[in-house]
């Protein structure tokens, strides 16, 4: 039986022909054995639920859904996959897009993300359409061009994302780091061989299995071993359900023996539990609405790969916790079709709802149709080949959760974990707003106490959403250098000339609430956010108020013990007319609100664009100069 020398840097001889013997069948990893009673130094399994899982899973490793050559199955469905074949008819009259080691390097030379994830794409996103139209027809048309793109992504230096490369590592073939990109890539590439089978050169085929083995399975044991360093097992982020995902797929349909692949199927049940912690209890995403859709949809799909592999005995969404995060799609919205993109969401981020109706279908809610797996414009879970070929073989609803309710206030929902706010209009529609008292983490702004305010089908004003692309100083320690980033792009006040302080530095005490049918009232005390020595006492107040077509008044009540100059701040992506002294129009795409402004003291009102990470906007400032028991008092109301 072969064993691995894991503690070498470099893949020898001898270390590939163990791999090719994994692959067909001759014997499992003893390094597995080993493993099992050497846990404290890694991942922490339970050899008993090893043997469990083993003894669901299938004799052989598989894939999701069957061989396109099963023309049974295949060819009624080429009636809707002609997307697919439009798309890969286009591809196959243009050659490969060539490896540029020169846009990899632009990273690291330059700290942009744009060039060298533009090329890696232009290769490996051709796979799912070549791959899905040959399976729809059968007639090799397509095989050349994918024989093509195999071999490529086999032979190409790496499959990691040049901004996860930074010591250039996986570039030169030393050490393949298991993140976002080489995760997911390995899981497709392994679905594709499985639907292809023999109609791929036998070469081919062995090419990528090595590749799948070196540049993912085997990194992902060594970190799983602790051999080798990773932040995303153990991390709360969304990174721990995308890369288990892939890893986990990668490996259940790659591996002969099926002790190594329950060993990876245990550590994707216990493990993915980390992903969970980056939510509040009641379900509030801390990294975000748009991360919610990328991470969760992971999750998804790591639970439809275990489901499948498992025949139902793991199941991840058998949990309270796990169906309050699904929820969080629905939850989040404003006004239908309207989010606050707090954090690093996209502006105008809208919701996610494939992810909506997948969650709608696994709880047995009933308020979206899946009949067509495709008939929301996209794949249910996503456009990665396995989130395609996921969307037909779903797990049944969870028969538990039949009865269950939507669990959704059309008034409001309340996040005390994140002391967030969603407050919707009442029966004759008009404003809303979504305000944030804290749940802040990797992915958010300092922004304790900003707001987004809702109307029709915009945003008009508030939160500025996070960058159109992340460069080398995005997770840096210059991160909040931006005044995107930093509280200065952010509805929330300047005090004397001080920002607020890192958020994710600051435990806040919670808000003070009182809800009503008529109105809903968040009040939450700031002074911690600030190192103002003047500044002993800053309470925020949103009070907002249905009657009619609504109203929200922002009342930030200050105590200073000298004169200070305090600007608070109203961003939009619209566009802002001065009526009076004290009144301001902001419009975005026909729907308008009138904000009119007291205070104090007399104030000050300017402009200023602000322009950074591709997500230009409009910064309103309104100072005045305070002193004692002082206050700026907002009204926003829509324009009649």
């Known amino acids: 039986m072969p064993v691995l020398d894991w503690s070498r840097k470099h893949i020898g001889k001898e270390e590939r022909r163990c791999m090719k013997q994994m692959l067909h069948g001759m014997g499992a990893w003893v390094l597995l054995f080993v493993a099992v009673t050497a846990f404290a130094q890694g991942v922490q399994l339970s050899s008993e639920r090893v043997q469990q899982i083993a003894a669901m899973l299938p004799a052989a490793a598989r894939g999701l859904d069957v061989p396109c050559s099963n023309r049974g199955i295949w060819a009624p469905r080429a009636a809707q996959l002609q997307d697919q074949i439009q798309q890969a008819d286009s591809l196959i009259a243009e050659p490969l897009p060539a490896w540029s080691d020169e846009a990899y390097l632009d990273f690291s030379r330059t700290g942009q993300r744009p060039r060298g994830e533009a090329m890696l794409h232009a290769r490996q996103d051709r796979l799912a359409s070549l791959t899905m139209a040959e399976c729809a027809q059968w007639k090799g048309r397509y095989l050349q061009a994918l024989t ?13 994302l040049p901004a996860h490369d930074a010591d250039l590592s996986s570039f030169h073939r030393e050490h393949y780091r298991v993140e976002l990109n080489s995760a997911v890539l390995a899981d497709d590439l392994a679905e594709a061989l499985y639907l292809l089978g023999n109609a791929i050169p036998h070469a081919t085929q062995d090419r990528v299995r090595m590749a799948i083995l070196e540049r993912t399975i085997q990194p992902a044991r060594e970190i799983y071993l602790n051999r080798s360093k990773e932040f995303w097992v153990s991390g709360a982020t969304n990174w721990n359900a995308v890369c288990l995902d892939g890893v986990t797929g990668a490996a ?16 994707a049940e216990k493990y993915s539990r980390n992903y969970l912690r980056s939510f509040t209890p009641e379900g509030y995403a801390i990294e975000g609405i748009g991360y919610w859709g990328y991470g969760f949809t992971h999750y998804a799909l790591l639970r439809e790969m275990l489901w499948n592999q498992t025949g139902g005995g793991i199941d991840l969404f058998r949990s309270q916790q796990v169906r309050n995060i699904a929820l969080f799609g629905r939850r989040f919205q404003m006004i239908p079709g309207v989010m606050a993109d707090f954090g690093d969401a996209h502006f105008g981020v809208k919701p996610n709802n494939s992810l909506i109706a997948y969650v709608d279908h696994a709880y047995s809610l009933g308020t979206q149709s899946l009949e067509n797996p495709f008939s929301f414009g996209r794949p249910l879970l996503g456009q990665s080949l396995v989130a395609q070929i996921t969307a037909w073989h779903l797990a049944p609803p969870l028969q538990r959760f039949d009865t269950a309710t939507l669990d959704v206030d059309p008034l409001r929902d309340y996040f005390p974990g994140a002391g967030v706010l969603v407050s919707r209009p009442g029966a004759q529609g008009g404003v809303a707003i979504t305000i944030k008292g804290g749940g802040n983490g990797g992915h958010s702004h300092n922004d304790l106490g900003a707001f987004s305010v809702g109307l029709g089908t915009e945003q008009v004003l508030g939160d500025p959403g996070g960058p159109e692309a992340y460069n080398a100083n995005t997770f840096s320690s210059r991160r909040f250098d931006s005044k995107l980033l930093n509280s200065y792009g952010h509805p929330v006040p300047v005090i004397g000339g001080q920002l607020q302080k890192d958020a994710t530095s600051i435990t806040l ?7 009503t049918g008529a109105e809903d009232t968040w009040m939450l005390d700031l002074s911690e956010a600030y190192a103002v020595p003047a500044l002993h006492d800053f309470t925020r107040t949103m009070k907002h108020t249905r009657a009619g077509k609504g109203n929200i ?24 007319k001065q009526l009076d002294a004290h009144t301001l129009l902001f419009t975005m795409h026909g729907e308008s609100v009138r904000v009119t402004i007291e205070a104090s003291a007399p104030i000050t ?6 322009d950074e990470y591709g997500n230009p906007f409009l910064r309103v400032g309104i100072s005045a100069l305070l002193q004692g028991h002082a206050a700026f008092d907002m009204i926003i109301e829509p324009e009649p």
Do not use: N, Y
């Not at 093509?148 to 990691?160: F, H, R, S, V």
């Open 605 to 610: 009102i300017r402009q200023e664009t602000i």
């Open 148 to 160: 093509a793109l195999l071999d490529g992504l086999a032979e190409q230096p790496t499959w990691t």
């Open 252 to 267: 259940l349909m790659t591996l002969s023996s099926s002790k190594d692949r329950a060993w990876f199927t245990a550590v």
């Open 509 to 515: 005490r919670g808000p003070e609430t009182h809800f």
């Open 553 to 576: 008044e922002i009342v930030d009540r200050f105590s200073l013990s000298t004169p200070t100059t305090v600007e608070e701040s109203l961003p939009t992506h619209g566009q802002v």
